[in-house]
C-alpha cells in the first residue's frame, strides 16, 4: 500500500544566528541549474549540450515586517558575508517519522523590496540574497554542498568535480 507523501509540517529561518522564525512567512528556495552549451564537432550528427558548471543561485525569504537582522544583513560588503539557515520539519500523515531538512546558505543582499502598505493588513518585505554557498542536509546527513567560490559540488558526501580540482592541485574539502 502506498503511503502519503512527506509535507512540510514546520520551519524556522536563522539570519546571521538570530532566530526570525515568528515573523518568516516564507522561503524560496535556490534553483539548481547547470550551465549548458550546445557543442557539436566533426563526426556527431547533431549537437549535444556540456556543462559548463553552473548558473548564479538565490534565495529569497518574505517576512511580515521589515526584518532587523536582514535589514543588518544588507550593510554586509563581503560576498559570503551574510549567512541564513533554514530548519524545517516534513512528515507524512502515514507514518510517525520526520524528516529534518537542513538549508544552509551563505551570500550577499542583493534586494529588499519592501512591497506597499496597506492599513488593517500585514505588511510583507522580500529579501534576497545571492548565494556563495548552499548546503542541504537531510537528517542531519549532507545531501548536497554547493561552494561557488572555492569550486566545490558534493553530492551525497562525494565530490562530484574531484577529478577536476585534483588536476588543478587544488583540495576536495
Aim: hydrophobic share 40%.
Amino acid at each position: 500500500m502506498a503511503g502519503m507523501p512527506r509535507v512540510l509540517k514546520n520551519f524556522t529561518v536563522f539570519i546571521n544566528g538570530s532566530h526570525e522564525g515568528t515573523v518568516v512567512k516564507s522561503v524560496t528556495l535556490p534553483v539548481l541549474e547547470r550551465k549548458m552549451e550546445e557543442v557539436r564537432t566533426g563526426t556527431m550528427l547533431g549537437p549535444v549540450k556540456v556543462s559548463l558548471g553552473l548558473n548564479a543561485m538565490s534565495m529569497e525569504i518574505t517576512a511580515t515586517e521589515e526584518n532587523v537582522a536582514a535589514l543588518s544583513a544588507w550593510a554586509s560588503m563581503s560576498h559570503g558575508g551574510t549567512i541564513w539557515r533554514f530548519a524545517s520539519a516534513h512528515s507524512s500523515d502515514s507514518t510517525e517519522d520526520t524528516q529534518a531538512i537542513g538549508i544552509l546558505a551563505r551570500g550577499k543582499m542583493s534586494k529588499v523590496d519592501f512591497g506597499s502598505a496597506e492599513a488593517g493588513n500585514l505588511k510583507e518585505t522580500k529579501f534576497t540574497l545571492e548565494l556563495s554557498l548552499y548546503s542541504r542536509s537531510v537528517n542531519g546527513a549532507e545531501q548536497l554542498y554547493i561552494d561557488m567560490i572555492n569550486g566545490i559540488e558534493r553530492v551525497n558526501g562525494v565530490t562530484i568535480n574531484a577529478s577536476y580540482l585534483a588536476a588543478l592541485g587544488l583540495s576536495t574539502q
